[in-house]
């Protein structure tokens, strides 16, 4: 599309309405974290009572940010170093920092959605019992030529729903795999809760433990709310710059954190009592963490589920899969808007400069399971997808998480961001709202950052 630029105003993409931009916000919030590090963190943190906690934070701390950063972006219509830029020079450090993010997310989250989409491609073809059996994921994730092959399918699928423009290509994606990701997510958590034994699962998910509540606990939970909801990496800025004023922003984003929580509660539903019918997995602790949970656990899982095995195989890896999706499409199309609020390139070029660049990283890090495995940057066993991973979510997006706070609460001022929320509703919780952003998030976020890092620079 040919598009008119000059310094201050230029077209930018726009949503057609509300729900779009809460369908594409939940898109962007509901993926792989979702899906394996929710239960995962429930289980081990005694169940309801992680949930409870997470529900608390998400509605209070998650919510305020998200406001904050979405009405930033409405605000100023522009991505995310611009909005700092444009309100106070000296602040695009920030801005900068913030749309490194997503720049180094996108390549490795394209990894794992390669992972995901070569799982849906061997339930289909080789079946549930290959896919168990022992030695299938690290002999995938090793192997030097379709670890590649399957990144990049996944890059283009999203690469190519970019490519159709915000209104013909994210929107109708989202429009088809979110409801279908929601439908599909409660029927196998029906199909779980049917299975003999899955009560005493979804007991030991479902009623808190208020014993197991730790300063750990709610670590964890800040922790995981962060990523979940796509918070501090100039994803939501963007999203919001694409918003017209007259669209209510306090309900829109009550409704992506509540979907974001709905999908995040399912996927425990689903996974930590189809793990105490299958494997007699008793104990939270247990359970796998991250990737083997979904790619080694699960398999062994519907594995164990005779002749309904492939289709629940199946059908989970499409939800993975469309969750991954829309998650990578955010993240490519901050990405490419940052290049062309940047640039002042046309949208294609800008995206076509962010495919290569991500499709390099991608195969940089990827390089990391094979020809570079020597390299192990956090230590034993550790690849470089996970030192990325830590590296933008561990370290940078809480710095710019705590910028950001500091930026609207200390120099711009809540009243900037409150008079741009009140443009489209009436915000009664404006002084709670500026409490939190002021003081409340700036601790939360510091807890965070240090609990993050200390453990790295000394080692238990
Ligand atoms: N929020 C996504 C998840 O829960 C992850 C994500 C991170 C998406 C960064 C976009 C950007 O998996």
Redesign the pocket.
């Given at each position: 599309m040919a598009q008119q630029h000059n310094h201050t105003h230029h077209d930018r993409s726009a949503w057609s309405g509300k729900l779009a931009f809460i369908l594409a916000g939940a898109a962007?919030?509901?993926?792989?974290?979702?899906l394996w590090r929710f239960p995962t963190l429930a289980a081990k943190y005694g169940g309801g009572m992680f949930i409870l906690t997470y529900f608390v934070l998400a509605f209070t701390f998650g919510i305020s940010l998200l406001l904050l950063e979405t009405a930033l972006g409405r605000k100023t219509k522009l991505s995310v170093i611009g909005a700092f830029s444009s309100i106070n020079k000296r602040w695009k450090l920030v801005g900068i920092l913030a749309a490194a993010v997503?720049f180094i997310?996108t390549p490795y989250?394209c990894i794992i959605g390669g992972w995901v989409t070569k799982y849906l491609v061997s339930y289909v073809v080789d079946g549930p019992t290959a896919v168990a059996a022992d030695g299938f994921f690290t002999g995938f994730i090793t192997d030097p030529v379709f670890t590649y092959v399957f990144m990049v399918i996944f890059m283009l699928i999203c690469i190519g729903v970019c490519a159709l423009g915000v209104k013909n290509g994210i929107e109708k994606a989202n429009m088809i795999m979110m409801p279908l990701l929601l439908f599909m997510a409660i029927g196998i958590s029906v199909f779980v809760l049917m299975q003999p034994g899955a009560a005493e699962g979804a007991a030991y998910y479902l009623i808190p433990d208020f014993s197991k509540f730790s300063p750990d606990l709610v670590i964890n939970a800040l922790g995981q709310m962060f990523?979940?909801?796509?918070l501090a990496?100039g994803?939501m800025v963007t999203y919001g710059s694409y918003l017209d004023s007259k669209e209510n922003l306090t309900e829109s984003v009550a409704s992506i954190a509540g979907f974001d929580l709905l999908v995040s509660f399912l996927s425990g539903l689903m996974i930590v009592p189809a793990a105490f019918v299958v494997l007699g997995i008793t104990d939270g602790g247990m359970m796998a963490a991250g990737p083997s949970l979904m790619f080694v656990t699960l398999p062994n899982v519907f594995g164990g589920m005779g002749g309904a095995a492939q289709v629940i195989g199946v059908l989970f890896f499409v939800l993975v899969l469309f969750a991954a999706a829309t998650?990578a499409i955010?993240?490519i199309e901050a990405c490419t808007s940052i290049i062309q609020d940047g640039t002042h390139w046309s949208r294609s070029k800008s995206l076509l400069a962010c495919a290569i660049f991500v499709i390099a990283a991608g195969c940089f890090i990827n390089a990391g399971y094979n020809v570079l495995i020597w390299i192990e940057p956090l230590g034993e066993g550790t690849q470089l997808l996970d030192f990325f991973d830590f590296l933008s979510n561990s370290v940078m997006m809480p710095i710019v998480a705590l910028l950001t706070c500091i930026f609207v609460g200390w120099i711009i001022k809540p009243k900037a961001i409150i008079d741009e929320v009140r443009e489209s509703s009436k915000f009664k919780l404006a002084g709670a709202w500026t409490v939190m952003i002021k003081y409340i998030a700036p601790v939360l976020v510091i807890v965070i950052l240090v609990a993050n890092v200390l453990p790295m620079i000394f080692p238990a």
């Open positions: 962007s919030a509901v993926g792989l974290g979702n997503p997310i989250y990523y979940s909801l796509s990496m994803i998650s955010s993240l």
